[in-house]
Structure formats: C-alpha cells, structure tokens
C-alpha cells in the first residue's frame, strides 16, 4: 500500500482543486432498473437518461418536479462537494485547511453512499455508488498528502 501512495502526484494547490472539480463531472451513482440495461446516470448536478433518448435534467429539475425522499441527502451531498471545492480554491492563495476539504468529500461520499443504497434497496432497481469512491479517493490522496507535510 505504501506503494501506492509514493506514486501519486504531489498535492499542489492546482491539482487538488482539479481533482475535486474532477469528482463533479464522475457519475455519483449509476442506476439500473431491472426492466432494461440501458443506466440511469446520477451526477452531482443531475441526471442522464438513455431511454427513450437521450435526457439530462438539471437537480433543480428535480426538486421542482419530484417529492422523492432520496433528493435532500442528494442535495446535502452536493452542498458538501460545492464546499469542498470552495475549501480547495482556499489553497490558490494559501487559506485552505485540507482536513476541511477532505472531511467534506467523506461527507459527501457516504451521503451519496446512503442516496445509491437506498436506491437500490427499492424492488427491481440497483444503485452504484461510483462518485463516492471518487470523492473518497481524492479525500484520502489530500489528506494524506497533509499529514505528510
């Protein structure tokens, strides 16, 4: 393991940032229904459907149109990410506390972690939480590259 964390690159301010904005464009979560094999794609902005063509619709969208219980944690996550992102801009001018934003990635992944399991505990439906291993992984990266300091 110790392997793999000297092969990583140097957590510099811009890189942090780039890989936190990278966390938003990763789907969150990839949703299937049993009826077809064709995901439903959960993005911290939205979602992507395929069927019958293809479809984005923006998470305000959403709130407007649905009462679903699942989109206040999903909501909750993307405040988290958006404050993570704000903390990491904090480093371009050497303001950040990286604990800070490698708590609110953690946050944001186990809250996304909790949309796509509950997703898919519902009958006929699977949720995957790819986001959440992104957020996490750039969590640890940052706030090992921290205690390495």
Do not use: H, K
């Amino acid at each position: 393991m110790v392997g793999v964390w000297a092969r990583l690159p140097r957590a510099t301010p811009r890189r942090v940032l780039a890989a936190v904005l990278l966390c938003g464009l990763v789907p969150w979560s990839v949703q299937l229904f049993s009826a077809s094999t064709i995901p439903f794609l959960r993005f911290v902005w939205g979602g992507l459907s395929f069927t019958p063509v293809i479809y984005a619709r923006t998470l305000p969208e959403y709130l407007a149109l649905s009462g679903s219980p699942l989109l206040v944690p999903w909501v909750v996550a993307a405040a988290c990410w958006l404050l993570a992102v704000a903390s990491a801009s904090l480093a371009l001018v050497d303001r950040e506390d990286p604990r800070v934003t490698a708590g609110l990635l953690v946050l944001a992944g186990a809250v996304n972690a909790s949309v796509a399991l509950r997703f898919g505990i519902q009958p006929s439906r699977t949720g995957y939480p790819v986001g959440t291993l992104a957020l996490w992984a750039v969590a640890a990266w940052r706030y090992r590259a921290w205690t390495r300091q």
